[in-house]
Nanobody
């Protein structure tokens, strides 16, 4: 079955960086719309970044200039480079794939705190 497995979350101080990874199996990330969502406690899940099969990217205003989504077709992986992290970036981050069907990973926790 399709699997999306996130990794790379953790505890980081404000201003720090993390890189999240999403390893996909049984789908080709280069042929899918790949998204990173996040959900903070008490909040709705929100779209953070997207990359399309044509390599068009989208970043939410709240992360623009700090986060970058990218894709490695050979490794079938998607990444989210997160720089200049803020406490308000604290959330569970989810990898999402849209291929006609929709798939979700299990999430990885990011905590930004001093």
């Amino acid at each position: 079955q399709v699997q999306l497995v996130e990794s790379g979350g953790g505890l980081v101080q404000p201003g720090g960086s993390l890189r999240l990874s999403c390893a996909a199996s049984r789908i080709a990330v280069r042929l899918s719309v790949m998204n990173w969502y996040r959900q903070a406690p008490g909040n709705q899940r929100e779209l953070v970044a997207q990359i399309t099969p044509g390599s068009t990217t989208y970043h939410a205003d709240s992360v623009k200039g700090r986060f970058t989504i990218s894709r490695d077709n050979a490794k079938n992986m998607v990444y989210l480079q997160m720089n200049s992290l803020k406490p308000e970036d604290t959330a569970v981050y989810y990898c999402n794939a849209q291929t006609g069907s929709e798939y979700w990973g299990q999430g990885t926790q990011v905590i930004v705190s001093s």
